[in-house]
C-alpha cells in the first residue's frame, strides 16, 4: 500500500484572524454611543449646612413667567439684561444671592437658560455669581409664608 | 535587444499586522465604552457651560409627555409611576453611596412643576450634587 505525501504547512493559519477582529470592532463602534456626557452642575447645600440664612428683601429674585418671560424684583427683563442688571450688585456685595423661581407652568428650559446664563457671569461681567438659589415649590411654602 | 524575464513575483498584500492592528482598535472601543443606562430620547436644553459628569452616575429622565425614569447607573433605567417615587429611589442610592452623583435629564419643554418636584425629591433624598444634563449651544442658538 502507498500514501501518497502531502505537504503540511507548520504556519498557523491567521487569514481569518483580521476578519474576526474586525467583526468585533465593527460590534463595539455600533454599541459606543456618544452620549451627551455634560450638563450643569447644581450643588445642594449639605445636610450638616446651617439653611443660608436669605432674606427676600436682601437677594434679587428672578422669576421666570410661562412663556419664558423674566421678571427681576418686578422689573420685567429679558435674558441678555440680567447680568448688567446684576453687576453693580455684586460689586457693593460679591455674596449677593440670586433667587430663581420658575412659575410652575413654565418650561425647564427657560430656568435652565437662566441658570446658565449666571453661571456665564465670571466670563461676561468678570464677576461670578456666587449664590444662585432655585428653591422648589415646597421649600417656598415652607420657609416663605 | 533581448529583456530577460525576469522572476515571476506572486502578487500579496501583507496582512500579518492587519490583526494587530484591529485588535489594538478593539481594545480601544473596549476602554473607551461605557453602556448607557437610559436610552430614553429627550431634546435637551442647551447651555454654554458644559461640566463633564462622572460616569455611574444615578439618572432620572423626564420625557417630554411626563414619563420618569430613573436608574441608579448600573442597571437600565425603569419607570416610576410619578415624581413622588423619585424620593424612594433617591434615598435607596444615596443609602448605598452619600456621595451619589444625580442626572437629570429632562427635556426642555418639560412643564417645570415635573421637573420642581424631581429635584425636590432628590433633595429631600440628601443628594449631594445634581447634574442638569444639557447639549451644547450653538452659536445661531444665542440669539434665540
Do not use: H
Amino acid at each position: 500500500m502507498r500514501f501518497s505525501k502531502k505537504d503540511v504547512s507548520d504556519e498557523i493559519p491567521t487569514s481569518s484572524m483580521a476578519d474576526i477582529a474586525f467583526l468585533l470592532i465593527i460590534y463595539f463602534m455600533i454599541t459606543t454611543t456618544f452620549a451627551a456626557t455634560r450638563g450643569l452642575d447644581f450643588a445642594l447645600p449639605k445636610e450638616d449646612d446651617s439653611p443660608p440664612q436669605v432674606e427676600k428683601e436682601d437677594s434679587v429674585l428672578i422669576e421666570i413667567q410661562r412663556g419664558g418671560q423674566l421678571v427681576v424684583d418686578t422689573t420685567p427683563m429679558k435674558l441678555d439684561e440680567v447680568l448688567e442688571y446684576l453687576k453693580p450688585k455684586l460689586e457693593r456685595n460679591p455674596k449677593k444671592p440670586v433667587i430663581i423661581r420658575p412659575s410652575q407652568d413654565s418650561e425647564y428650559g427657560y430656568m435652565v437658560d437662566v441658570f446658565d446664563e449666571l453661571r456665564q457671569a465670571e466670563d461676561k461681567i468678570g464677576l461670578p455669581v456666587q449664590n444662585i438659589s432655585i428653591p422648589t415649590q415646597r421649600e417656598v411654602e415652607q420657609f416663605w409664608f | 535587444m533581448s529583456l530577460k524575464r525576469g522572476q515571476q513575483s506572486e502578487a500579496n498584500i501583507p496582512t500579518a499586522s492587519m490583526a494587530d492592528i484591529a485588535f489594538l482598535l478593539i481594545i480601544f472601543f473596549m476602554l473607551t465604552i461605557s453602556f448607557e443606562v437610559d436610552k430614553t430620547s429627550v431634546d435637551l436644553p442647551e447651555t454654554a457651560i458644559r461640566l463633564e459628569i462622572p460616569k455611574k452616575a444615578a439618572y432620572v429622565s423626564v420625557t417630554e409627555s411626563g414619563d420618569i425614569r430613573v436608574s441608579d447607573g448600573e442597571a437600565t433605567s425603569s419607570l416610576v409611576p410619578g415624581p413622588e417615587d423619585v424620593l424612594s429611589f433617591a434615598a435607596e442610592v444615596i443609602a448605598s453611596n452619600p456621595d451619589k452623583e444625580f442626572v437629570l435629564k429632562a427635556d426642555r419643554t418639560v412643564p417645570y412643576e415635573t421637573v420642581d418636584r424631581v429635584v425636590d425629591a432628590l433633595k429631600q433624598a440628601k443628594a449631594r450634587v445634581i447634574y442638569l444634563l444639557s447639549q451644547q449651544e450653538t452659536i445661531e442658538g444665542q440669539g434665540a
